[in-house]
């Protein structure tokens, strides 16, 4: 047995530092279900400097700086009372008409230019959005005062204890601050130290914008007469109660030495009577209580992460000379902090995490997967099962789906608010690679669990392993023999014809091994696998293969060479299945490495692309494509995967799929010139 890798030293090499303000460049603190996001300040000082949407119209990238959690949701009034069923169409299937929510025009309502038949579709699909829960800030006398202020400025991500420290000199004074998020509550404490503090040239404000139904937006400043904060006194600080519709949540402030008063309808200011300042926030929908101490707060963060670090797997690149080892070492870490932060909490999250809305904040399922997959493979599978809970919450939505598309059992939705409800979409609607995700999630936890938490789980989660499979088995239509899946139907890769479109190959090996899990976890509950499940596995079409290779689906055009190049998914995400011959998938893995347009790749296909080359045993591609240098491959100093500019410019599906993929590579081994150190993974399937 080899020496226990210094997982303090791994993680803290790549400690974060900022020391130029940078639109692009937050740091964030957080526990999975809430995140405060910071600019250089260490508060959320200068948004108009973060503002995603002005950045949108100056052409320059930006990320918000707000204030998230799983729990804060709105929605805007609805005075039409749309529902589902007004964003409907008829759809022709072997099996009749098929009702799916597909009237809705993305492009056009980003435009404000709602046609008549889709504007059901599109409150529908903006509702409800995740609420930037409010801004804190510092205040100058000059409110034009922005980052160019600022001189001297330095701030550290202390990856190991979850603490932001910033330091900068403003008006000739130094100012530091310490930022910190509590480990179990929707709580950050701030340690503010600078004379201007003391002489009032420098105060905290909080401001609190109505909520925002836009694709990447998070906060309308511009329509205070739409909510209320009502300001009350506490014996410790203060209380603002915020109310937007019918959503309502209270911020507890906790401080000494200071005094807070309205400065406009929705922003406060707290003054401190000397230099030093200790601030507590809490952000609840419940009753009050009593706040902690920043000294309390820190050291149960340092506490936390101390644990988190420490548990499950680890890796160090330290031996290897190959100059991308280093920053392959970086990406791993740093995406371990951000999916802790975003992707860990009770329910699937968002593309951008608690950081800033992409698609109103929604989740979208076809996402959970590479969001939190690598929780269990990387032996913390708790940070998984959190969120898989929440698919018993919208099950009975997701019965009432397939049961209106005629269907038994559960269908799942593409992308979804807290309550389930499917938002209408050309596109998602017709997706169903979401559709064996949770199988396969449960099935990774399983794996990664104790015995005792194995019988639990079967206990637990057997009603829905069962509905989910009885939907894929039904969905599978045999013609001629053979079960197929077909039209209408989206696959992974969304630039098909849904009309048209037939056995997609990933989905062909994603349907069989759903449904071998599925069968598995029957027989460990003491049950007989399914004759019905075993006739469409055994029966399922082989994918259609041309020139010696795969191609995406079944139907002209076969495959187009740009998007997702999800085909190399069924094997490499997937094990091996009777539905792929691995000789072939090497012959599409090598077609698709010479002639795939890598510009219009995502964040994620990078790492199927390491996944499927670490299957076939090519460990050198594996890591050729991780580090492959490409637009949408690459990633920030602080970690982010931007993808499209300050519309997605965080994207944690790469930062996931990153993880899962090291996670294979490290138990089916890393190039032969590579000296690595690994422990504590749990292996693939």
């Known amino acids: 047995m080899g020496v226990a890798i210094n997982r303090r030293e791994v993680v803290s090499r790549h400690d974060v530092t900022v ?227 019918d959503t309502a949540y209270g911020v507890e402030l906790g401080f000494t030495g ?107 399922l076809e996402m959970h997967f590479w969001h939190a997959a690598h929780f269990a493979t990387w032996g913390r599978p708790v940070l998984l099962e959190r969120s898989l809970g929440w698919y018993r919450a919208i099950a009975d939505r997701a019965r009432a789906t397939a049961d209106g598309q005629g269907y038994p059992g559960i269908r799942w939705p593409k992308q979804v608010g807290p309550e389930g409800r499917e938002s209408p979409d050309p596109i998602g609607s017709f997706l169903v690679w979401q559709q064996p995700h949770v199988l396969y999630l449960l099935e990774l936890v399983w794996r990664a669990s104790d015995a005792v938490k ?66 598995r976890w029957r027989e460990r509950a003491g049950e007989p696998r399914r004759e019905d499940w075993s006739a469409v596995q055994n029966g399922l079409t082989t994918p259609h293969v041309e020139n010696g290779r795969y191609t995406a689906i079944a139907t002209a055009p076969y495959l187009r060479r740009d998007d997702h190049p999800s085909l190399l998914a069924a094997f490499g995400v997937l094990p091996s299945t009777p539905v792929i011959d691995p000789s072939i998938m090497r012959a599409t893995l090598d077609d698709v490495l010479r002639t795939w347009e890598w510009p219009s790749a995502w964040g994620w296909d990078f790492p199927v692309l390491a996944m499927t080359a670490s299957r076939l045993g090519s460990a050198d591609v594996a890591i050729d494509a991780l580090m492959r240098d490409e637009v949408k491959n690459r990633f920030t100093v602080v970690g982010h995967n931007s993808q499209m500019g300050s519309i997605l410019p965080i994207y944690l599906p790469g930062n996931g799929s990153l993880l899962a993929a090291v996670s294979m590579l490290a138990t089916h081994g890393f190039p032969p010139t590579w000296t690595v150190a690994t422990e504590g993974f749990s292996p693939w399937p």
């Open 454 to 519: 194995r019988a639990a789980l079967i206990d637990e989660f057997g009603d829905l392993v069962v509905g989910t499979a009885e939907f894929m088995a039904a969905f599978a239509e045999e013609r001629g023999g053979r079960f197929h899946l077909l039209a209408p139907l989206m696959p992974a890769q969304e630039f098909y014809d849904v009309t048209t479109t037939e056995d997609p190959t990933y989905e062909l090996a994603y349907w069989w091994w759903g449904l071998e899990i599925a069968q």
């Open 258 to 364: 200071g005094s807070i008063s309205r400065i406009a309808a929705h922003a406060f200011e707290l003054r401190s009577d000397g230099d030093d300042l200790d601030l507590i926030v809490r952000f609840t929908e419940e009753s009050a209580r009593e706040l902690p101490t920043f000294d309390e707060v820190a050291s149960a963060s340092a506490l936390s992460w101390e644990r988190f670090w420490n548990s499950g797997a680890a890796v160090d690149f330290a031996g290897t000379d190959d100059a991308r080892a280093a920053e392959l070492e970086r990406r791993i870490v740093l995406s371990q902090y951000l999916t802790a932060v975003n992707s860990a909490g009770v329910m699937p999250p968002s593309e951008t995490g608690l950081i800033t809305n992409s698609w109103s904040g929604k989740s979208h």
């Open 19 to 245: 020391s130029t303000p940078d639109p692009e460049l937050v740091l964030t603190v957080g526990n999975g279900d809430f995140a405060y996001t910071a600019d250089i300040t260490g508060m959320q000082t200068f948004t108009a400097f973060h503002d995603q949407s002005l950045a949108v119209r100056e052409g320059r990238v930006a990320v918000n700086t707000a204030t998230m959690s799983s729990w804060g949701w709105h929605e805007m009034p609805n005075p039409e009372g749309f529902v589902l069923d007004d964003a409907m169409s008829e759809h022709l299937s072997r099996r009749g008409a098929v009702r799916y929510p597909d009237r809705h025009d993305m492009e056009g309502a980003m435009r404000g230019q709602v046609a008549d038949e889709n504007r059901a579709g599109a409150w529908l699909n903006a509702n409800p959005q995740r609420l930037d829960l409010g801004r804190i800030g510092f205040a100058f006398d000059d409110p034009a005062t922005g980052p160019d202020a600022l001189r001297d400025t330095r701030q550290t991500l202390d990856l190991w204890s979850g603490v932001i420290r910033s330091a900068f000199v403003f008006d000739g004074q130094p100012v530091s601050v310490q930022t910190v998020s509590a480990p179990d509550e929707s709580l950050v404490a701030f340690r503010i130290h600078s004379p201007l503090m003391g002489d009032g040239r420098l105060r905290v404000a909080l401001r609190f914008p109505y909520a925002h139904p836009g694709f990447f937006q998070t906060s309308d400043w511009s329509s205070p007469e739409r909510h209320e904060s009502a300001l009350e006194s506490t014996d410790l600080g203060a209380r603002i109660i915020r109310t937007l519709d």
